[in-house]
Nanobody, 121 residues
Framework: QVPLVESGGGLVQAGASLRLSCAAS??????MGWFRQAPGKEREFVIG????????YYGDPVKGRFTISIDNAKNTMYLQMNALKPEDTAVYYC????????????????WGQGTQVTVSS
């Protein structure tokens, strides 16, 4: 399997912005996206995108604050996170697969190692 490598996490104040990146080495997928998991909590779907960029899939807690995009030439996906809140604190995981776009995001095949996002009040 081709690794997915996340970067861009960090510690910020509430209201700040961060941009996460996910690089897929030498492979094209049908879709990519982001999950997050806070300590002691279940994983949560954040946002996803079809490879073409034509379809966006939003998790309700972040719609309107987070924006996803893909640079197809670089096989790199970006998550722009604005107006961050303490409840956004979690490990963020890049995910990808080649499944049909209607497939559940919770069945995605490939996971990155995660990057920590911490938002202080």
């Amino acid at each position: 399997q081709v690794p997915l490598v996340e970067s861009g996490g960090g510690l910020v104040q509430a209201g700040a912005s961060l941009r996460l990146s996910c690089a897929a080495s030498g492979r094209t997928f049908s879709r990519m996206g982001w999950f997050r998991q806070a300590p002691g909590k279940e994983r949560e779907f954040v946002i996803g995108i079809s490879w073409s960029g034509a379809s966006i899939y939003y998790g309700d807690p972040v719609k309107g604050r987070f924006t996803i995009s893909i640079d197809n030439a670089k096989n790199t996906m970006y998550l722009q996170m604005n107006a961050l809140k303490p409840e956004d604190t979690a490990v963020y995981y890049c995910v990808a697969d080649s499944a049909a776009l209607g497939s559940s995001w919770f069945r995605v095949d490939h996971w990155g190692q995660g990057t920590q996002v911490t938002v202080s009040s």
